[in-house]
């Protein structure tokens, strides 16, 4: 497959090997969610975020958009600025989280326009062969952890939209409280946002109990952040796979450097179906 990038073949080798030998017991998965297991480009253009159809489609209005403008005027720069140190980056993304919240319940987000919202399928989908990957996981009882800074309400949807709900996933993501007549009004956990996936309490999550003497990880991202969604767990054995999207290539080089596996042109489940077969 010439859209496949393996940085060192032999030692991908054996970790495959070392993971066979120590059993699937021993396995689990961790994957990002928008961009990894969705597409990145829908009918030859990007796919938007979750809250991004939100905004695409209206629902919450003009004052909204531009207030959104303007906290992603403000705080995005600082997100990919790499001279920002990381405890200002880390404030700045928990300021961005907690305003922007704040804005939707201002400006009315509810489960009636997040119901609306799952059920435009134009501009979000899940790659191709999808359902083969967690039926495989599911057949062989291997824990499936997804991190997203993004809404649980999407992720729990888009997943039961696909037939792709199973007992051994375990979504980790913001999850919205909502009153009585289904507005959203703030989030019942720990804000989750792009550099703090991996640090969560996963000690405290109800699939912890399955994946903790497993010391052997596959973990599939979008970018170089998503590396860091095993931090609070130890391990022998992990396997990279970056799902990269930007059809420049522009900072491939990089990405190839600090991921075992890179995939390329937006492509389907395929590979990494192949592999999780070898090692099964």
């Known amino acids: 497959m010439n859209n496949v990038f393996i940085k060192d073949e032999k030692l991908l080798n054996e970790k495959i090997e070392q993971i066979k030998k120590e059993g ?11 961009n ?39 705080y995005h720069p600082i997100e990919i600025n790499s001279a920002v140190p990381f405890e200002e980056k880390y404030k700045a993304m928990e300021d961005w989280w907690s305003k922007h919240i704040k804005v939707l319940s201002d400006f009315g987000l509810s489960k009636q326009i997040l119901d609306l919202v799952l059920k435009d399928s134009n501009h979000f989908v899940l790659r191709d062969k999808i359902r ?13 952890l997804i991190f997203s800074a993004g809404a649980k309400y999407f992720v729990d949807g888009y997943l039961k939209k696909y037939n792709c709900v199973y007992s051994n996933i375990s979504v980790i993501a913001n999850e919205y409280d909502f009153d009585s007549n289904g507005k959203v009004i703030a989030y019942k956990n720990k804000i989750i946002h792009s550099l703090n996936k991996g640090e969560l309490a996963i000690k405290e999550d109800l699939h912890y109990k399955n994946i903790k003497q497993r010391r052997n990880i596959v973990l599939l991202g979008d970018n170089l952040g ?38 390329t042109n937006d492509s389907d489940m395929s590979y990494v179906n192949d592999l999780l077969k070898k090692i099964l």
Request: glycine content about 4%.
């Open 226 to 263: 998503d590396l860091e969604m095993s931090k609070g767990l130890e391990h022998n054995v992990k396997i990279t796979i970056c799902f990269y999207n930007d059809p420049k290539l522009e900072h491939l080089e990089e990405y190839k450097r600090q991921y075992d596996i890179v995939i």
């Open 132 to 144: 083969e990957f967690f039926d495989i996981l599911y057949t062989n009882d291997i824990p499936v």
């Open 36 to 74: 990894t297991l969705s597409k990145a480009y829908v009918n030859g253009e990007k796919a938007q975020s979750m809250i991004g159809q939100v905004r695409r489609l209206g629902y919450l209005g003009k004052e909204y958009q531009e207030k959104y403008d303007l906290l992603y005027n403000t």
């Open 24 to 34: 699937k017991d021993n396995l689990h998965i961790i994957s990002d969610f928008d």
